[in-house]
Nanobody, 126 residues
């Protein structure tokens, strides 16, 4: 059973950077699609980034493309989200999640993501 724990959130100003981490336990990440989602108050959870570790391919939502970078350290079973040039609209709770279907993930849909962390709050405000 995979367990995921996110960290690294906080209160920052527009233009600042943050790096989120998601430590996983259980099986290796090699066969999973690993993603970051976020949920703003009153809004649905949205997929913002995905990495499929078997080939290292990545995907990003239009809202974060060019500003956020997803990466993994398989030895540490950790997924990172480097967030640069943060904007107030990036505010929300950020979740990492694993989809055992790997390259066949339905991301950005939440469908198929079987393992979720508890989330970490990111607030971007001046």
């Amino acid at each position: 059973q995979q367990q995921l724990v996110e960290s690294g959130g906080g209160l920052v100003q527009p233009g600042d950077s943050l790096r989120l981490s998601c430590v996983t336990s259980g099986a290796t990440l090699d066969y999973y699609a690993t993603a970051w989602f976020r949920q703003a108050p009153g809004k649905e959870r949205e997929g913002i980034s995905l990495i499929t570790t078997h080939d290292g391919s990545t995907k990003y939502s239009d809202a974060v493309k060019g500003r956020f970078t997803i990466s993994t350290d398989n030895a540490k079973k950790t997924v990172y989200l480097q967030m640069n040039s943060l904007k107030p609209e990036d505010t929300g709770v950020y979740y990492c999640a694993l989809d055992p279907r790997g390259p066949y993930s339905a991301w950005p849909s939440v469908r198929g993501f079987e393992h979720w962390g508890q989330g970490t709050q990111v607030t971007v405000s001046s």
